[in-house]
């Protein structure tokens, strides 16, 4: 199900307005999140910014998708006056970026976009908690609050997947 070719095919240009497009509609996302309620537990968010990185996998090459995950995360950072969180936010976008890639291209079509969104969350909230670990120098932080954003990035990456599965076909009719 990768779209990756028919991208292939535009110029530098069109991809260069292609990618600023994705990175432009992630930073709204985010933004637009930050108006939503607080979840009862701190650091759980929807990650609706992932519904762009998961798409971008699906449409660019490796290092495109890669700089727009990086680009995204810093001018989010910049814009919310967040960067306190950048580290958190770039160590578990980039961890969660490796693994979807991964398996996008491992699995090929063994695996849905749904569960590879899942996978993803929860490897983003993985990252996240590595540098909770260095940070704080204690595992049991850590230890302790995985389950809880175990459970929020299966219910998030469903919601994230199921969404990416729902918009691909409208962007692919771009290329065509």
Known sequence: MLYHNKITKLTKVQKMVFISMLIAFALVLSYFETYLPVLPYPGVKLGLANIITLTSLYFLGFREAL?????????????????????????????????????????????????????????????????????????????????????SGIITGILIGMTVNYIMPYINRIFN
Do not use: C
Request: proline share 1%; aromatic share 10%; glycine share 8%.
């Open 67 to 151: 700089v727009l995950v990086i680009l995204r995360v810093t001018l989010n950072s910049f814009f919310t006056g967040s960067f306190i969180t950048i580290w958190y936010s770039l160590s578990g976008g980039i961890l969660s970026f490796l693994v979807m890639y991964l398996l996008i291209h491992i699995s090929r079509d063994k695996m849905s976009t749904t569960g590879i969104s899942i996978l993803g969350a929860v490897s983003h909230n993985i990252g996240q908690l590595i540098v909770v670990m260095i940070t704080t120098e204690n595992i049991n932080v850590a230890a302790a609050y995985f389950p809880i954003l175990a459970v």
